[in-house]
């Protein structure tokens, strides 16, 4: 079997993926519109931040795995992968640390304008007295939008400078807020207004494309800085640019409205090039650290998928079946039996949406549980009863 690696991935971790008796294809500068064709023959395929569209999942027959070397999934088309069978997984929390210290750091940056001092020693000019101006950090607000492995891991990092966290995010209750020592919002609006520092730590999705809007926006205090280390789609752009060319918000950026998907390529964006907006060039998760941890996490999902069928992170697994019944059918472990247990359900036209067969200890018995789209009706029970020779009990029960 053949894994296609089609960006940058450490050497050491394309040594683990081989000694798994796969096939390694390494090819990081592969462009996306040629992942389709080469992805034709792969049972994996791994990527971090190349497009994987529709067509791949059209034309790869034998792909079953794509792996993102990564946290987010929106680079992925989900619902085709989902449509074709084919497992999708990720890496939460792997890149937690880097991207938590990106998002300090670019706090601190923008407090002490270091970027600008940097500029101007080189230049050859000195000016302690413009720079000498800054806010710092210590018991300054900070807003978290976003609780997962980053947004925790940011939160540590601020109460380490001494900063009081306010947080909001969709499942965050009191309870849990006091066991992270933050103070919980009840809405976004309403977290804008007390903080000195916003900063986004959610996945992209329908449900919080844009949910960073011009009414949140503009509830931020003046001189209030605002910090995206995770997707540009969370924040109305328009809105963004407005007020910061006004100068109503100072801006960390590592993420931007149509960066280039290339390492190296030339971007002209009219906000990254305002003197109160800092950015970076979409490096959170770009450390050692991060690196090796991500694909060690890829190593340790494929090698699952090989030899146990299991995929840990799956995304694209329906959280809830669809199943209205659970047939439990006690059996003898022989050749045949779930087979005609099987085809008597098809017989009886009823779908069959999941099924665990589990061995007790001397191969001689199994249990069997079938979750099926509706309840059979009694005579199939009782006619998969009757096979005595094979089966050893029968019941159903509704879901």
Request: proline content about 4%.
């Amino acid at each position: 079997m053949k894994v296609l690696i089609a960006d940058a991935f450490p050497k050491e971790r394309l040594a683990d993926l081989a000694a798994l008796g796969l096939t390694v294809d390494h090819r990081p500068d592969l462009p996306a519109k040629e992942v389709a064709a080469a992805a034709a023959d792969a049972t994996v395929l791994v990527v971090r931040s190349k497009q994987v569209v529709a067509e791949v999942f059209e034309k790869a027959d034998a792909l079953s795995l794509v792996v993102r070397a990564g946290a987010g999934v929106n680079t992925i088309d989900v619902a085709a992968a989902s449509k074709a069978g084919i497992y999708v997984a990720n890496c939460p929390g792997q890149n937690a640390i880097a991207v938590a210290e990106l998002a300090v750091g670019l706090m601190v940056a923008i407090d002490r304008r270091i970027p600008d001092n940097v500029a101007q020693l080189r230049a050859g000019k000195w000016n302690k007295k413009a720079f000498s101006e800054a806010n710092g950090l210590y018991g300054r607000v900070l807003g978290v939008v976003g609780l997962g492995p980053i947004g925790q891991a940011t939160v540590r990092r601020a109460q380490g400078f001494g900063m009081r966290v306010v947080a909001w995010s969709r499942s965050l209750d009191d309870g849990r807020a006091r066991e992270l020592s933050v103070e919980r919002a009840p809405d976004l609006v309403s977290l804008a207004r007390q903080v000195d520092v916003l900063s986004l730590h959610l996945p992209l999705s329908k449900e919080t494309r844009g949910l960073v809007s011009r009414q949140v926006l503009e509830a931020m205090k003046p001189g209030a800085i605002l910090v995206n280390t995770a997707r540009a789609e969370l924040v109305d752009q328009a809105a963004l640019l407005e007020l910061a060319k006004a100068g109503r918000l100072r801006v960390g950026l590592d993420v931007h409205a149509g960066e280039p998907e290339k390492g190296q390529a030339d971007f002209d964006s009219e906000l990254a090039k305002l003197p109160n907006v800092y950015g970076t060039h979409h490096i959170g998760a770009s450390t050692e650290q991060a690196q090796d941890a991500i694909a060690r996490e890829t190593v340790r999902i494929v090698a699952s998928f090989l030899r146990e069928g299991a995929v840990p992170n799956c995304v694209n697994v329906a959280r809830k079946s669809p199943a209205k019944a659970r047939l439990v059918v006690r059996h003898f472990d022989r050749v045949g039996v779930l087979a005609n247990v099987l085809g008597a359900i098809r017989e009886a036209g009823i779908n069959v949406e999941e099924v665990q067969n589990t061995v007790f200890e001397g191969a001689a018995a199994a249990c069997c549980t079938i979750r099926l789209d509706e309840r059979p009706p009694a005579e199939l029970v009782q006619r998969i009863r009757a096979r005595t020779d094979e089966v050893m009990f029968v019941e159903c029960f509704d879901l």
